[in-house]
C-alpha cells in the first residue's frame, strides 16, 4: 500500500495513505499575485482540477493555505479545517455533507489513517496537522510563530516533521523552528514554507545549519517530487510501531 509524501510548494502537501489521499494546503494557482502581487517562482504542480484527494485539510484561512482560485475548482468528498475554514468553503458553494471541522485537538479518520489538529499560532483559530499512519507520526506545522505550547508536541511522539521557516509574516524564523523541532525532539526534521515567492522566503541551508549538534537529522525536500515515507524512515533509522 502506498505511503508517500508530495511537497506542492509553500505549506502544501500531498500524502497518499494506502487507499485513501490527504492534501493540506494546496496552493495551486498565482492568486497571490492579484492582491498582494506576489508570483509564485516554482510552477504550478497540480492543476486545481486535477487534484485528486479523498481529503483537504486547511490550516487557516489566508489565500496561500485556503486558495478560493483552488478549492473552487475541485470537487473532493471532503474538505476540512477550522472554523474560519468551513466558513469559506460554504461561502464557495461546497454542501455541508462535504465539510468537516476540524479544530485543535479534534481528531478525524481516513481510511487507516488519522488526522489530529493541533495547536498553532498564527490566525484565531489556525491549527497544525498531525497525520498517523502505519505505526509513523507525521506532524505540519502549518504557518505558526514561535510558542512554547507548539513543544507540547513533544508527548505525541513525532516521527517526522515539517516545519514552517520563512521568518515573515506571522512565521517563525529558521532558528525558532530549530528550536521547536528541538523541543518537540521529532525523529527527523524537514524545512518548508519557503521558495514559493520571492518576497517571502528563506534558505533551508539556515535551518539545516540552525539544527546542527541536535543529534536529529533534517532533510530538505525537492519541490513536487513524492517521496516514499518508509523508506525515509528506513534512511534515517525511524522504527515505525508496530
Known amino acids: 500500500m502506498p505511503f508517500t509524501v508530495r511537497w506542492l ?10 487507499e485513501k489521499t490527504l492534501a493540506v494546503d494546496p496552493y495551486l494557482s498565482d492568486s497571490v499575485a492579484q492582491t498582494d502581487r506576489f508570483r ?15 481529503m483537504v485539510v486547511c490550516t487557516h484561512d489566508h489565500q496561500d493555505h485556503l486558495d478560493a482560485d483552488t478549492i473552487s475548482k ?4 471532503l474538505y476540512a479545517g477550522p472554523d474560519t475554514c468551513i466558513a469559506h468553503f460554504r461561502a464557495l458553494g461546497i454542501d455541508d455533507g462535504r465539510l468537516q471541522p476540524l479544530n485543535a485537538g479534534d481528531t478525524v479518520p481516513l481510511g487507516d489513517a ?8 498564527h490566525t484565531e483559530d489556525s491549527i497544525g496537522a498531525l497525520i498517523e499512519y502505519r505505526g ?4 505540519v506545522t502549518g504557518d505558526t510563530e514561535y510558542d512554547e505550547r507548539l513543544l507540547e508536541a513533544a508527548g505525541l511522539h513525532v516521527d517526522i ?6 521568518g515573515r509574516l506571522g512565521n517563525m524564523n529558521a532558528q525558532d523552528a530549530a528550536r521547536v523541532a528541538r523541543g518537540v525532539n521529532c525523529r527527523l ?5 519557503y521558495g514559493m515567492f520571492a518576497e517571502n522566503t528563506e534558505d533551508p541551508a539556515v535551518f539545516v545549519e540552525a539544527m546542527k549538534g541536535s543529534g536529529i537529522p533534517t532533510f530538505v525536500m525537492d519541490f513536487d517530487t513524492e517521496y516514499s515515507v518508509p523508506l525515509l524512515a528506513e534512511r534515517f533509522a ?3 510501531a508496530t
Open 9 to 18: 510548494g509553500q505549506g502544501g502537501f500531498l500524502f497518499r495513505l494506502g
Open 40 to 54: 509564485r517562482i516554482v510552477p504550478i504542480p497540480i492543476q486545481p482540477e486535477a487534484l485528486s484527494c479523498d
Open 74 to 77: 475541485t470537487s473532493l468528498p
Open 114 to 121: 488519522r488526522v489530529t489538529a493541533l495547536f498553532a499560532r
Open 136 to 139: 509513523l507520526r507525521l506532524y
Open 161 to 166: 516533521l515539517f516545519i514552517c521557516i520563512n
Open 189 to 193: 526534521a524537514v524545512p518548508m514554507h
Open 238 to 240: 525511524i522504527n515505525q
